[in-house]
């Protein structure tokens, strides 16, 4: 089992930065990555990162995102935001990869969600 708690979302204009955290405890030696979920589209997969540090990143937030990780005995995951544009609004959650790909069905925890949105 694993407990996933995001924190970090709010009110971003255009061009700002944001960093989200995802506090992680109980068995996280597996891949961990973040997902959004914009007004009236399906959950999206974002970036993941694996244990030992690889990460990959969806087409639309290379060069702008980052995603990073501790592990200690509860770990946290970070995704640094840059560059945030209106289209990043949305609740994003993470969750934790029990399968080998980065398809929403591949992971089988989630947290609650941060909202983050975009200011006109």
């Known amino acids: 089992q694993v407990r996933l708690i995001e924190s970090g979302g709010g009110l971003v204009q255009a061009g700002d930065s944001l960093r989200l955290s995802c506090a992680a405890s109980?068995?996280?030696?597996?891949?961990l990555g973040w997902f959004r979920q914009a007004p009236g589209k399906e959950r999206e997969f974002v970036a993941v990162?694996?244990?030992?540090?690889?990460?990959?990143y969806a087409d639309s937030v290379k060069g702008r995102f980052t995603i990073s990780r501790n592990n200690t005995i509860i770990t946290t995951v970070w995704l640094q935001m840059n560059s945030l544009k209106p289209e990043d609004t949305a609740v994003y959650y993470c969750a934790r990869r029990r399968g080998t790909d980065d398809a929403e069905a591949d992971f089988d925890s989630w947290g609650q969600g941060t909202q983050v949105t975009g200011s006109p």
């Open positions: 109980g068995r996280t030696f597996y891949h």
């Open positions: 990162i694996s244990f030992t540090g690889t990460t990959d």
